[in-house]
């Protein structure tokens, strides 16, 4: 009756789910897990093609099976599953805190072959073991979470695992609980992606082969017009509901959720990757390769990264402890009015990273030159003309007025606090590229400003700076608000003949 079923499945329109490839990937082995009772090759064997286009991977996977077995439940039947992972992730075990909302992602140290042993990391870490932390001989109330909730657990940040049985047309994405402690952070949940896999069976003399076509949404995390990502094909063999599960892998050091021991694809094009909301050939120019995940039925950006634990203000992990955290990259298209007859489109990146600062990245598209421009204080906190646009100059020339920052202190504390320094730029484009004005600030706790580069003016006691064009492209103006009206001040930069801006006396 099984078999019947199978059959019918099968003469369901293959041509339509199988679409054209461009690359093919080659599995010449299979290997037996670790600690697992190894298979006879009567009883279990595989051959496996892999084929790639831009839109989806290919799985053809012929399986030498003496019993085929197929339960309701689909963990303990004959079955394949396939693991995705995007190529800069090595493990999944972490220390975490929490879920959702409050979780807290922890680990012994960023290298790929160290467990994430939640006893070896409070042994040999420098982790509070109290709600109290001494500090410079004070006891300052901790930040991080108590040991006591702490936990071993995965994490599937950069990985996806689908499972495929002989009885099914599509496949079922496992472990979806494994994300739960990046929602608050990213922003979102990957979506369910069972729905784009489709799967045929076709039996045959000595066990069976199952066709699965998987789009590259079930990658679920990738970066924009991906060439590499790592996969892993694992096949288990259940002969009836009370024999042992025997198994096979294409990874011939086969651990549980690792994808360092993953195989791995290199392609020769791109997958069709990306996010819709800014034309590919802007991403494309500018070469901003953003990561991604799927969620919402479309590819979001996100960051991430790792640092030392800080545990309360100025007490720093000294003892090889970071901290994971992600964060949503919210990334959009900007159009500029044409300028000098050529259009000018930019792709803007928001995002608040490791750092205390709220950022912003801005890539200027103009003539097939790519200009950057950094945000911080300036741009994203006031309302401005100045910064962050393209100006015609008198002579005809085309300059961008740039922003960019730099943190005093990445973490957020230090001397004094957090800071940063702050950079404001206009930089001729096209054939004759030259810097016309440079000015830098540091307007937290320190208070200066500086202006201009042949006739640099220096200022103290400043509270804030506000650049605006009096002239687009031929005269600005800087007001200075100082600590107090007697520290005001105003100066006005005009462009000479010399082709740069220079302080009017």
């Known amino acids: 009756?099984?078999?019947?079923?199978?059959?019918?499945?099968?003469?369901?329109?293959?041509?339509?789910?199988?679409?054209?490839?461009?690359?093919?990937?080659?599995?010449?082995?299979?290997?037996?897990?670790?600690?697992?009772?190894?298979?006879?090759?009567?009883?279990?064997?595989?051959?496996?093609?892999?084929?790639?286009?831009?839109?989806?991977?290919?799985?053809?996977?012929?399986?030498?099976?003496?019993?085929?077995?197929?339960?309701?439940?689909?963990?303990?039947?004959?079955?394949?599953?396939?693991?995705?992972?995007?190529?800069?992730?090595?493990?999944?075990?972490?220390?975490?805190?929490?879920?959702?909302?409050?979780?807290?992602?922890?680990?012994?140290?960023?290298?790929?072959?160290?467990?994430?042993?939640?006893?070896?990391?409070?042994?040999?870490?420098?982790?509070?073991?109290?709600?109290?932390?001494?500090?410079?001989?004070?006891?300052?109330?901790?930040?991080?979470?108590?040991?006591?909730?702490?936990?071993?657990d995965r994490l599937f940040f950069g990985i996806s695992h689908f499972s495929f049985t002989p009885n099914e047309l599509t496949g079922k994405q496992l472990d979806r609980d494994k994300y739960d402690a990046m929602e608050e952070q990213l922003g979102g949940l990957p979506d369910n992606l069972s729905s784009s896999t489709r799967c045929q069976t076709e039996i045959t003399p000595n066990g069976y082969k199952l066709k699965i076509a998987m789009h590259n949404r079930c990658l679920s995390f990738a970066q924009q017009f991906a060439k590499n990502f790592k996969y892993c094909i694992d096949v288990f063999d259940k002969d009836d509901a009370a024999s042992a599960e025997q198994m096979l892998s294409s990874s011939p050091n086969r651990f549980y959720a690792r994808p360092y021991y993953f195989n791995k694809a290199s392609l020769k094009k791109p997958l069709n990757i990306a996010i819709s909301d800014v034309d590919k050939t802007l991403i494309e120019k500018t070469g901003i390769n953003i990561h991604l995940y799927f969620?919402?039925?479309?590819?979001?950006?996100?960051?991430?990264?790792?640092?030392?634990?800080?545990?309360?203000?100025?007490?720093?992990?000294?003892?090889?402890?970071?901290?994971?955290?992600?964060?949503?990259?919210?990334?959009?298209?900007?159009?500029?009015?044409?300028?000098?007859?050529?259009?000018?489109?930019?792709?803007?990146?928001?995002?608040?990273?490791?750092?205390?600062?709220?950022?912003?990245?801005?890539?200027?598209?103009?003539?097939?030159?790519?200009?950057?421009?950094?945000?911080?204080?300036?741009?994203?906190?006031?309302?401005?003309?100045?910064?962050?646009?393209?100006?015609?100059?008198?002579?005809?020339?085309?300059?961008?007025?740039?922003?960019?920052?730099?943190?005093?202190?990445?973490?957020?504390?230090?001397?004094?606090?957090?800071?940063?320094?702050?950079?404001?730029?206009i930089q001729q484009v096209g054939a004759l590229p030259k810097s016309l004005y440079s000015g830098g600030q540091r307007v937290e706790k320190v208070h200066t400003a500086t202006f201009g580069e042949k006739d640099q003016t220096s200022v103290k006691q400043v509270k804030d700076v506000i650049y605006s064009w009096i002239e687009p492209g031929k005269r600005f103006q800087i007001e200075v608000k100082g600590l107090d009206k007697s520290s005001d001040k105003r100066f006005v930069f005009h462009f000479t003949e010399e082709g740069e801006f220079r302080l009017e006396k």
């Open 1 to 152: 009756m099984l078999r019947n079923y199978i059959l019918a499945i099968y003469c369901l329109s293959y041509f339509s789910v199988f679409a054209q490839k461009e690359e093919v990937l080659k599995l010449s082995s299979f290997y037996p897990f670790p600690a697992k009772e190894i298979p006879g090759p009567k009883d279990l064997s595989v051959s496996s093609l892999v084929e790639v286009s831009a839109d989806s991977i290919y799985f053809s996977i012929d399986i030498v099976d003496d019993q085929l077995f197929v339960n309701g439940d689909p963990s303990k039947s004959d079955r394949v599953e396939i693991w995705f992972a995007m190529n800069e992730v090595n493990f999944s075990d972490y220390i975490v805190a929490g879920s959702r909302k409050n979780a807290r992602i922890f680990r012994n140290s960023g290298e790929a072959g160290d467990n994430a042993n939640l006893t070896n990391f409070l042994k040999n870490g420098d982790y509070p073991a109290g709600e109290k932390i001494e500090y410079q001989g004070k006891l300052l109330k901790s930040t991080v979470p108590e040991r006591k909730e702490l936990r071993e």
């Open 295 to 425: 969620s919402g039925g479309k590819w979001k950006g996100f960051g991430f990264g790792n640092g030392a634990i800080i545990y309360s203000e100025g007490v720093v992990s000294e003892s090889n402890l970071v901290e994971y955290t992600f964060y949503p990259l919210q990334v959009k298209q900007v159009d500029y009015p044409d300028i000098n007859g050529s259009p000018v489109r930019c792709m803007a990146i928001d995002y608040k990273d490791l750092s205390p600062f709220r950022q912003q990245d801005l890539y200027f598209l103009y003539n097939n030159e790519v200009v950057i421009s950094r945000g911080y204080n300036y741009l994203i906190e006031k309302k401005s003309d100045f910064v962050n646009r393209p100006v015609l100059l008198p002579n005809g020339q085309v300059a961008f007025v740039l922003y960019d920052f730099e943190p005093a202190d990445p973490q957020g504390w230090g001397e004094y606090g957090k800071m940063a320094d702050e950079f404001v730029y």
